[in-house]
């Protein structure tokens, strides 16, 4: 007798894998779903640029804030209009930030709520494409930080455990801290140690180059608050990672100067 298998239960990262699936039908063919670079500007190239090469363009260190902002801005807003093709497209872009989160949101929960983080993260990542600001910086980063907020607590996930996944799937995901900083926010964002909103400031202010004066102008904040409030979220993040909670790499970036 044989028996069908439901490779999504079996598998956590078949639900990201499905999204790629889907995204690279969408940029493949003699018309991939692609951005009008030169409408969009800020840095980038002049002609159609199919999604593939966008997502390969917004994760070089070397772009600008400017940039990724406004190719994220523009994506948001195709997405805003109802086709769905864009909201893959969306998803799609951003699948290596997606495989992170995911990765390590199984890794500190129960096993047996695996496939449902997943699938809440994917569901909070769609549903804040209708709800992010697109007046404010680091829009991918925001997407980020909202879905890896929320999606373990609608799975009830449990107690922190370590949770294999498919090598193929989430290699990059479920390896050992990276030593991206950027891991260092959402972690304490998830463990409340900061909020989402903080996490924002930090990486708008200390990872993205984005000078703190015209951060708190687009939020519509004083300088002096928004320094403020990035000092004391700093402070507790320190002092987590110094006491282990957050596990991830120094803290040290923290003291740089903000641009």
Do not use: Y
């Not at 990542?125 to 997407?143: K, N, T």
């Not at 949770?163 to 290699?171: M, V």
């Amino acid at each position: 007798m044989t028996h069908r298998t439901n490779t999504t239960a079996r598998n956590p990262g078949a639900a990201l894998t499905i999204a790629e699936n889907a995204f690279r039908c969408l940029v493949t063919g003699p018309r991939p779903l692609a951005l009008d670079g030169l409408s969009v500007g800020h840095g980038l190239p002049g002609r159609m640029v199919d999604l593939a090469e966008l997502r390969g363009l917004l994760l070089d260190r070397q772009v600008t804030q400017e940039m990724k902002d406004a190719a994220w801005a523009e994506l948001v807003r195709l997405a805003r209009t109802g086709d769905p093709a864009w909201v893959v497209g969306c998803v799609g872009v951003a699948i290596p930030g997606l495989k992170a989160i995911a990765g390590r949101a199984i890794r500190h929960n129960d096993a047996r709520f695996a496939e449902d983080i997943v699938s809440e993260i994917l569901t909070e990542f769609v549903a804040q494409l209708q709800r992010i600001d697109l007046a404010r910086p680091a829009i991918a980063a925001r997407l980020l930080v909202w879905a890896d907020r929320k999606a373990p607590a609608r799975a009830r996930a449990g107690a922190l455990r370590q949770c294999p996944t498919d090598p193929t799937e989430l290699t990059a995901a479920t390896a050992a801290p990276s030593g991206d900083p950027s891991d260092v926010l959402r972690e304490g964002v998830r463990l409340q140690v900061i909020t989402a909103d903080e996490a924002a400031i930090i990486q708008a202010t200390r990872l993205d180059g984005v000078p703190l004066p015209e951060f708190a102008h687009t939020q519509g904040e004083p300088r002096t608050r928004v320094a403020k409030r990035r000092e004391r979220a700093e402070a507790r993040l320190v002092a987590a990672i110094r006491s282990g909670q957050v596990s991830a790499i120094s803290g040290d970036w923290l003291s740089r100067s903000a641009p």
